[in-house]
């Protein structure tokens, strides 16, 4: 826990529970805001894909937390959930003619009735057994997304039309840039409701259930109950990046919901820090840039050296597993304690702690 | 509360405004005298590496070869090049960037990311050649700017299933092992019309091969079961060396007749002495047939220090498959247009025959307005003393 | 009842791989609590070393297995005591994720060094068709791998019934303070179940890459331990060995008589079955869970 600064007294409980308290806090904001406004005009379009890309997994990794870093729930089925919202949008709006916003609204709510339907069985599983569980079900979502041929258009692929919603389509020259704009608002408010989320008495039943779930429910918590809707809840929000990703991309393939995305996830949680919702955004930046950066460095600099630029997948996977090998060794509360710690060192100036 | 809703609104106000804005975009100016920029999406460590490796090795040995030469119209091509490991949303996330760069064309690889990007392609008008050989890559109603350089997985199932009935003379039983994927599964319906089109007295099963199998046993026995004495396999080198395999340790008299990623070198390898007497269906030719048009590799190989033997045939499709492309640059830039991607396009479509010295089908690739299949020929070849013996060259459906 | 036959005898030669791999999984789990998602990475250095050993450096194929041994009690020594030591404590998730690391890191290594081609191996074990029954062959190879591993598989139980070493990591699994009050050095232990594991499975994959090739592709075979371990519980290496050889004949009759597409998954399918009804695996033991 991240000592604040004294002299800071509430006078009433709403202002207790706020998200914001000092001045430092309200004035990092702001210059978070502002990174965000001019991005979009500061970035070329390669840029702004990437970062598109780095937003909708913000969301995904945000409701992975939810069930693994804040429910303790191991998952390693974040990829077939991914497929679910990702196959439901798509097929409501190219096949059900759906208005988009109801299509992704369908996803959300489906994916979460899978998750629930999956958290029920689950109730009994714990630690390792619950991997394995969910890993079988990552298989066997993904069994399914290969061979069912509803899932598919002919031979080829799912593919989306352009997104519209009403009379506006995004275009083609302003397509990142339209992008942009509209994942953001998602990941915000996707990041609000999870932080609101853990303000209010479910979320801390969440956590609860984490700790001690015995102890929870002797003092009254529902087990039951906040284990189900923890998956639930969890599965809303991987549901919205799928359907997210679907209109994103424009196309719905099982390739991009294998058994390596849902470790990516995982990677994204661990190395940001489980149990913050902060931390999921970190980690999600994290991760998606360390291959893009990778291949920045070894295109320039390797130019020369041939041999190294061919090796670059193995090396890229190298650096993968380093990666969170290194963190998990040296600060296994991820991005966000090492930010915590930072901020700690210039508040306790000149003392050390 | 109040407060809230007022920021949210205001966000929510400004936000709306600012889509409005037009921002700075990317590079997309072409430069009229400087090279000419292809994008290279290449499977180098991924699932399928170990054939994707050559393909690109070939292509930017063309583009090596052919700067040497003069380049396009004394252009130099400046090849970009990159893995993506068979992972989809890097392929998507590479094109970006190509895009990004002013790239006027892009070559891929895989029926994954060939299929993934064939809208965006069109959008972008970028003209698209790859390694995949799916049938509705060749429609221009469908795909628009994708241009398919050998005879679909459908042609050549067509091919083996005529060879497979001249060599029965008379009924037989096929067994169709194939990918479990869409992949896998692209010929199969095309052959079952056309053994029906053609009355041809075949009947062909079709079972999947699982991905991590150690054995296909189990394929085998459910195929002799069906009494089948011919397997025809789409899938790659691996798998299908190892039903080679299993059909010597089982004593099974079934003869394997592969489509073209496993009719390579690497099947007859990888199998051994189990590979003998097995058929390979292979629109490129390898460097053991000895056409025209592997003189010039071969002679750019000695340079190098390798040889054809060596590098294998999918360099010679690389190689092959860039070659087209870069006739149709310079067909478009003999026309006297601005080297877009829609002027490349126009080019490959009205330029007629591209002559690839008989390695690719019958030797020339052409396209059309309303198709964009550039061959429908490939070469039959049998696995004999450890090298691919040509039975036949040049056959169509 | 030939293909019967045919069907059971590959199934179990899988079957037996797996339960070596298994094998591995269990110990590594029993001793110290860590799930250990390398497993099948193992398998492929098994595999790699010995390639290199036996066909690069062209040394006798004992010495090339003694070495392949030794490199890979090296690496599990090395991996506990580098990788997992200072993780003891955390939680079950992070454990995971650095195994998966250290699974990306292997996997990274194997091909910065051979490429992704497959490699060729002579046959290490004759492959001559035997006739069991009039009508049905099966190559001896296949036989002989049920042979290797049951002899590895029997050693070990000895091991752990007879041997000091032994005893002493069954009691370090049962309750690790008490085997601390009884003198017997955990930290041992650790290392020694990490050499045992890589030992298993390096084996296993010196077998599986001699019937198939040896290609990065081995290391996914690793996945189907999980099926082998709920199956067959984690408490015994009787039961990991019915476990492995279930998964592996079900697998086989599966794509025998069925679709053979499923076959990939029907361990799954039959995993999700078994904890429906038993939360701890067919024969674990109920966790007994204190506040």
């Not at chain 1, 809840?233 to 995305?261: D, K, Q, R």
């Not at chain 1, 999921?280 to 893009?292: C, E, I, K, N, T």
């Not at chain 2, 054995?215 to 060396?241: M, T």
Request: glycine share 10%; charged share 15%.
């Amino acid at each position: 826990m991240a000592a604040t600064a004294t002299g800071i007294y509430h006078r009433s409980y709403p202002r207790e529970l706020a998200l914001r308290h000092t001045r430092a806090e309200y004035s990092r904001l702001a210059l978070l805001v502002l990174a965000m406004v001019a991005a979009p005009y500061t970035l070329d379009f390669y840029w702004l894909s990437i970062v598109n890309t780095i937003l909708i997994a913000v969301i995904g990794a945000v409701g992975l937390n939810i069930l693994v870093g804040f429910t303790g729930q191991i998952s390693l089925g974040q990829g077939g959930f991914l497929a679910v919202g990702a196959f439901t949008s798509a097929l409501l709006y190219e096949r059900a003619a759906l208005p988009a916003p109801l299509s992704i609204a369908c996803a959300v709510v489906i994916t979460a009735g899978a998750g629930a339907l999956f958290g029920l069985p689950a109730l009994r599983l714990k630690g390792l057994y619950l991997a394995i569980a969910t890993l079988a079900s990552q298989e066997i979502i993904v069994f399914i997304a290969r061979r069912w041929s509803f899932l598919r258009d002919g031979s080829a692929p799912l593919s989306v039309d352009r997104l519209q919603v009403g009379g506006f389509e995004i275009s083609r020259e302003l397509f990142e840039f339209q992008w942009y704009w509209l994942l953001l608002t998602c990941a915000v408010l996707s990041v609000l409701a999870a932080r609101n989320l853990f303000r209010s008495g479910l979320g801390r039943s969440f956590m609860a259930v984490r700790d001690q779930d015995i102890a929870a429910s002797a003092m009254g918590v529902n087990v039951i109950r906040a284990k189900v809707t923890a998956f639930a809840v969890s599965s809303g929000f991987v549901g919205f990046a799928g359907a997210l990703s679907a209109h994103y991309t424009e196309t719905v393939t099982w390739e991009s919901f294998t058994l390596e995305v849902s470790i990516l996830y995982l990677a994204m949680i661990i190395v940001g820090g489980l149990g913050s919702i902060a931390g999921s955004a970190y980690g999600a930046f994290f991760m998606m840039l360390v291959p893009v950066m990778l291949n920045e460095l070894i295109s320039g600099a390797g130019a020369g050296i041939p041999a190294l630029t061919s090796r670059l997948p193995a090396i890229e996977n190298a650096v993968f597993g380093l990666v969170i090998i290194l963190f998990l060794l040296l600060e296994p509360r991820g991005l966000d304690r090492i930010w915590q710690r930072m901020k700690d060192y210039i508040r306790f100036w000149p003392f050390r702690y | 509360m109040n407060n809230t809703r007022w920021t949210v609104a205001a966000a929510a106000a400004t936000t709306l405004a600012l889509t409005a804005c037009a921002p700075g975009g990317g590079d997309t100016s072409a430069d009229s005298d400087g090279p000419i920029k292809i994008g290279v999406i290449a499977d180098l460590t991924g699932a399928t590496g170990d054939v994707g490796t050559p393909y690109n090795k070939g292509m930017l040995a063309y583009v090596k070869w052919r700067n040497a030469d003069g380049g396009i119209d004394g252009r130099d091509i400046e090849a970009i090049s990159k893995d993506y490991a068979y992972d989809v949303p890097t392929a998507e996330r590479l094109y970006k960037e190509y895009l990004n760069e002013g790239v006027v064309a892009i070559q891929g690889w895989g029926t994954g990311d060939s299929e993934a990007l064939m809208s965006k392609v069109s959008a972008d008008e970028l003209p698209f050649m790859s390694a995949s050989y799916a049938e509705v890559l060749t429609d221009p109603a469908e795909a628009p700017y994708n241009f398919v350089v050998a005879p679909t997985y459908s042609d050549q199932l067509r091919v083996g299933l005529n060879w497979i009935a001249q060599d029965a003379g008379g009924p037989a039983e096929v067994a169709m092992f194939h990918n479990d994927s869409p992949f896998g599964l692209a010929p199969l319906k095309d052959g079952q019309d056309w053994i029906s089109e053609e009355g041809l007295d075949l009947n062909m099963e079709a079972y999947p091969m699982p991905a991590e199998s150690a054995n296909y046993v189990g394929l085998l026995s459910q195929a002799k079961s069906q009494g089948a004495e011919y397997i025809a396999i789409q899938n790659v080198s691996s798998p299908a060396a190892q039903v080679a395999r299993d059909i010597v340790a089982q004593g099974l008299d079934m003869k394997i007749v592969c489509l073209n990623w496993c009719a390579d070198e690497q099947f007859i390898d990888s199998a051994g002495e189990s590979a003998e007497g097995h058929i390979l269906v292979q629109p490129f030719a390898p460097g053991s047939a000895e056409l025209e048009g592997h003189q010039v590799i071969e002679e750019f190989l000695q340079g190098e220090g390798s040889s054809l033997e060596k590098e294998g045939l999918h360099y010679v499709q690389g190689w092959y498959t860039m070659h087209i492309m870069a006739e149709g640059i310079a067909q478009a830039l003999e026309s006297g247009d601005d080297l877009t991607g829609t002027a490349i396009k126009e080019a490959l479509e009205g330029m007629g025959a591209i002559d690839t010295g008989g390695v690719v089908g019958t030797g020339e690739v052409e396209f059309s307005e309303d198709s964009h299949r550039g061959q429908t020929g490939t070469g039959v070849y049998v696995a004999e003393g450890g090298v691919m013996k040509p039975l036949e060259l040049g056959v169509t459906p | 009842m030939n293909t019967f036959l045919n069907l059971t005898v590959y199934g179990l030669s899988d079957g037996a791989i797996l339960a070596l791999a298994a094998l591995g999984f269990v110990l590594i789990y029993k001793a110290t609590g860590v799930i250990n998602f390398a497993q099948g990475e193992f398998l492929l250095i098994g595999a790699y070393t010995l390639y290199s050993a036996f066909v690069v450096f062209r040394l006798p194929l004992s010495v090339a297995v003694v070495l392949g041994v030794a490199v890979a009690v090296a690496l599990g020594v090395l991996i506990e005591r580098l990788v997992l030591r200072p993780l003891v404590g955390e939680n079950a998730i992070s454990v995971i994720m650095v195994t998966i690391g250290l699974a990306a890191v292997l996997r990274a290594v194997v091909q910065l060094i051979f490429g992704t081609r497959p490699v060729s191996q002579p046959p290490l074990l004759p492959r001559n068709p035997i006739e069991l029954l009039p009508g049905t062959s099966v190559p001896l190879n296949r036989l002989l791998v049920i042979l290797v591993a049951a002899v590895v598989l029997a050693a070990f139980t000895l091991f752990f019934r007879r041997s000091r070493h032994g005893i002493a990591m069954r009691a370090v699994a049962d309750d690790q303070q008490a085997a601390l009050t009884m003198g017997i050095s955990v930290r041992r232990i650790f290392a020694m179940a990490w050499a045992l594991a890589a030992v298993s499975a390096v084996v296993g994959g010196i077998l599986l890459g001699d019937v198939t090739e040896v290609s990065g592709r081995l290391a996914s075979f690793g996945l189907y331990v999980f099926p082998v371990v709920i199956l067959g519980g984690l408490d015994s290496v009787p039961g990991t060995i019915v476990g492995g050889l279930t998964i592996g004949l079900i697998s086989q009759y599966v794509s025998g008589y069925g679709d053979p597409g499923l076959a990939q998954i029907a361990p799954y399918l039959l995993l999700i079955a078994i904890l429906m009804v038993r939360p701890y695996g067919l024969f674990g033991e109920t966790r007994i869970e204190r506040v």
